[in-house]
């Protein structure tokens, strides 16, 4: 069964930085784009970031660009999200998922299980 395993959550205060990485256990992974969304409480899971399966283009949401990085490493079958300057706003917990489309997270079946980000004011 194909897993997705985020770490790299944790606490940091308003404008840290914090890396994400999001390891997939299929080494098919390196061939499919990939994305980044979270989910704060009382609130549906949102999306942050898209990077296609080539590596070459990205997407984000308006909140975070210009803040945070996805990227790639293949080789390792991981994809990471950079975030910095972190605001409390970004507080929630952050889940990779992979083959879908961008702009459609129904589209996304395979997902992680989260790791919690908590930004201090």
């Known amino acids: 069964q194909v897993r997705l395993v985020e770490s790299g959550g944790g606490s940091v205060q308003a404008g840290g930085s914090l890396r994400l990485s999001c390891a997939a256990s299929?080494?098919?992974?390196?061939?499919?784009?990939m994305a980044w969304f979270r989910q704060a409480p009382g609130k549906e899971r949102e999306f942050v970031a898209y990077?296609?399966?080539?590596?070459?283009?990205?997407s984000y949401a308006d909140s975070v660009r210009g803040r945070f990085t996805i990227s790639r490493d293949s080789a390792k079958n991981t994809v990471y999200l950079q975030m910095n300057s972190l605001k409390p706003e970004d507080t929630a917990v952050y889940y990779c998922?992979?083959?879908?489309?961008?702009?459609?997270?129904?589209?996304?079946?395979?997902w992680g299980q989260g790791t919690q980000v908590t930004v201090a004011s």
């Open positions: 299929d080494r098919g992974f390196s061939n499919v784009n």
């Open positions: 998922a992979a083959g879908g489309s961008l702009g459609r997270i129904d589209s996304f079946v395979h």
């Open positions: 990077i296609f399966w080539h590596g070459d283009s990205t």
